[in-house]
DNA sequence: TCGAGAGTTCGATATTTCTAGAACTAACAA
DNA sequence: TTGTTAGTTCTAGAAATATCGAACTCTCGA
């Protein structure tokens, strides 16, 4: 299976990384993500179809929000914290304080 | 005119906040009512007609992120600061952030 | 080389969001 | 009244998103 695209962190706009939170499933995903440190696609899927799944990692990952690297046939996600903190500081932290404490 | 509906402080949710956020034209008015204070729907219509501006007028306020009141013929819209800070600490200062020097 | 597990991609459909003209309402001034 | 300004609401169509089954690709182990 071929790389995958994921944008330069330059390249990360805020509407999208914005827009791609703003989805309950993708959300739950991040605040995993956020916890675990990193997971496969199945790990996460909240008892969706994968097709579906599947789609809303492709969101994360173009919107700059994760990183997916192959770990032989698993594909192993990860937040792109330190390049969203660099670009937008503070906005992951707010973000995922919410539902804490 | 009636009083428009604004949700109440504790139904303001992260999800729809995040999507309100994610249009440029919407961002664009939020940071320019950020900067104001306060401004009427057509000081920041940024050239649309009308009806779409008051489309996304009406998205910022269902979502909890701006509130309208009647002052004679015009709208004032302010943001409510106050209130997002509350629910969403950093949230709003993480998002305006960006893009300022 | 066969099969299983993990995910992607395709295709079709459904749902949501966006756009914008037209008609409407409210507030005020002449 | 009548007109003007400001904005909403209605309506219809366009565009973007979301859903999910089915077929496909990769990788690995038996």
Known sequence: MRAFKHPHPDEIE???????????????????????????CGALDGGRPKSSVSYHFQVLRDCGIIATRNDGPVHI?????????????????????????
């Open 77 to 101: 996600n990860t937040l792109r914290r330190a390049d969203l903190n660099a670009r937008f500081p503070g906005l992951l932290d707010a973000i995922l304080a919410q539902g804490r404490g």
């Open 14 to 40: 805020l509407e999208r990384v914005l827009y791609g939170l703003s989805d309950p499933l993708r959300l739950a995903i991040v605040r995993q993500l956020a916890d675990c440190g990193e997971a496969s």
